[in-house]
């Protein structure tokens, strides 16, 4: 099992800057992958960046110069830097974790956190 709590949502105004992190517990060793995904009431959960064991990262077109996906040294956290934002950048993100257990791949997912973007 994977626990994943999130922190650093909120309110700013267009151009200002954020950042989300996302802290992990449990079998911590079994993930190969973290993300985030943003999703808007009644909408599908997208991607918006993401992560591997191997550092390699991958961003939505979206968001690219924009926002930055690390991670500390233990591979415990992982951090979205968001600059620049925009309204349209205003959704519920939320941290997921891919794990490898028992041979199979396994998504968990944190509670979310509000990110709102004022014109």
């Known amino acids: 099992q994977v626990q994943l709590v999130e922190s650093g949502g909120g309110l700013v105004q267009a151009g200002g800057s954020l950042r989300l992190s996302c802290a992990a517990s449990?079998?911590?060793?079994?993930?190969?992958?973290m993300g985030w995904y943003r999703q808007a009431p009644g909408g599908k959960r997208d991607l918006v960046a993401s992560?591997?064991?191997?550092?390699?990262?991958s961003y939505a077109e979206s968001v690219k110069g924009r926002f930055i996906i690390s991670r500390d040294n233990a591979g415990n956290t992982v951090y979205l830097q968001m600059n620049s934002l925009k309204p349209e950048d205003t959704f519920v993100y939320y941290c997921?974790?891919?794990?490898?257990?028992?041979?199979?791949?396994?998504?968990?997912w944190g509670q979310g956190t509000q990110v709102t973007v004022s014109s």
């Open positions: 992560i591997t064991s191997g550092a390699l990262k």
């Open positions: 997921k974790a891919a794990a490898s257990i028992r041979g199979l791949s396994v998504d968990y």
């Open positions: 449990g079998s911590i060793l079994s993930i190969y992958s």
